[in-house]
């Protein structure tokens, strides 16, 4: 203990963020990911139909939609966290040339005290899509946050990501075309029909 040790920094980041740590970290993000309703067997996914792939929180395709992209014939439809009632209504009347409407809410934050970035406006367009579409809903976002949504329960399927960032939403879209099953539970109780402990699964596609 009198002899002082110190750690050479040089390199450290490099040290650090190895790839084998970033695939672990990748890992666990795919693992966490929590399917909590899958009403019809909606998910995997299926390239059957006209599927538009919807974002609210990113205004340009992100990781997500292009990932999903790469297996599915779908369009991309991008809006921000605050879209206008005009651009609601809108979006909603073209979503009902698709048959199956894949959401996601992305771009948001930690803050509980500011709806961790979901926003009303975004909140009450989520709500219609779930009310009116064949829907499929992606939470890159705190699960609390989801309560919001007053259709939550109309929605198809359900899917909690929790973080936002770039290899849990590509670990997200292999997840939905069934490139791998989903193993997560939920944390923390949603509302009364999504509680803690709640996780859902099903077999990847061959």
């Known amino acids: 203990l009198n002899n002082n040790q110190y750690v050479n920094t040089t390199n450290l980041v490099a040290d650090l963020n190895t790839s084998k740590a970033d695939k672990l970290n990748r890992i666990i993000k795919r693992d966490a990911i929590t399917l909590v309703q899958n009403n019809k067997?909606?998910?995997p996914l299926k390239a059957n139909g006209k599927i538009a792939l919807v974002d609210i929180g990113d205004e340009n395709p992100n990781a997500f939609q292009q990932t999903l992209s790469n297996y599915l014939p779908a369009v991309y439809f991008n809006v921000g966290k605050t879209p206008s009632q005009k651009e609601q209504r809108e979006l909603l009347d073209t979503l009902k040339n698709f048959e199956t409407v894949v959401l996601a809410i992305s771009n948001t934050n930690i803050l509980a005290k500011k709806n961790f970035g979901f926003t009303d406006e975004g909140v009450a367009l989520a709500?219609?899509?779930?009310e009116a579409n064949n829907a499929v809903l992606v939470g890159f976002i705190n699960p609390y946050a989801l309560n919001r949504i007053g259709t939550?329960?109309?929605f198809d399927g359900i899917l909690v990501a929790y973080q936002d960032d770039e290899d849990t939403q590509v670990e997200a879209a292999q997840l939905?075309?069934?490139?791998?099953a989903p193993t997560?539970?939920?944390p923390v109780s949603?509302?009364?029909d999504f509680t803690s402990g709640t996780g859902l699964t099903y077999a990847t596609k061959p």
């Open 41 to 43: 067997a909606i998910l």
């Open 127 to 130: 709500s219609a899509i779930g």
């Open 152 to 154: 939550l329960a109309q």
């Open 176 to 180: 939905l075309v069934g490139g791998v």
């Open 184 to 186: 997560g539970k939920l």
């Open 190 to 192: 949603i509302n009364n």
